[in-house]
């Protein structure tokens, strides 16, 4: 059984960084065919926030690009997202998301972003 376990998330003043994380237990990261995180704020449906395939293509929704980053890390078997210039409208509860196969993907628990303005 995978489990993604979430950890980083917390209260910064708009216009700070952070670091989210996403330990992969029960598989090995390298394996998956993207690794991805989303969010949902309030009242909306979940979004897609940044994706990477497992050759390395990486993708970002305009709302967030230039201020996240993700990233993989085969050796901790982790990913994570960095988050920069942070703004109070990317508070919501973040998810990571790992996709193996096209009947199976992953995700995170859920850790909580806010930003103070």
């Known amino acids: 059984q995978v489990q993604l376990v979430e950890s980083g998330g917390g209260l910064v003043q708009a216009g700070g960084s952070l670091t989210l994380s996403c330990a992969t237990v029960g598989a090995r990261i390298f394996t998956a065919a993207v690794v991805a995180w989303y969010r949902q704020a309030p009242g909306k449906q979940r979004e897609l926030v940044a994706s990477?395939?497992?050759?390395?293509?990486?993708d970002s929704a305009d709302s967030v690009s230039g201020r996240f980053t993700i990233s993989r890390d085969v050796a901790q078997n982790s990913m994570s997202l960095q988050i920069d210039s942070l703004k109070p409208e990317d508070t919501a509860v973040y998810y990571c998301n790992t996709v193996w196969s096209a009947e199976h993907d992953d995700w995170g628990q859920g850790t909580q972003v806010t930003g103070s303005s």
């Open positions: 990477v395939t497992r050759d390395g293509r990486p």
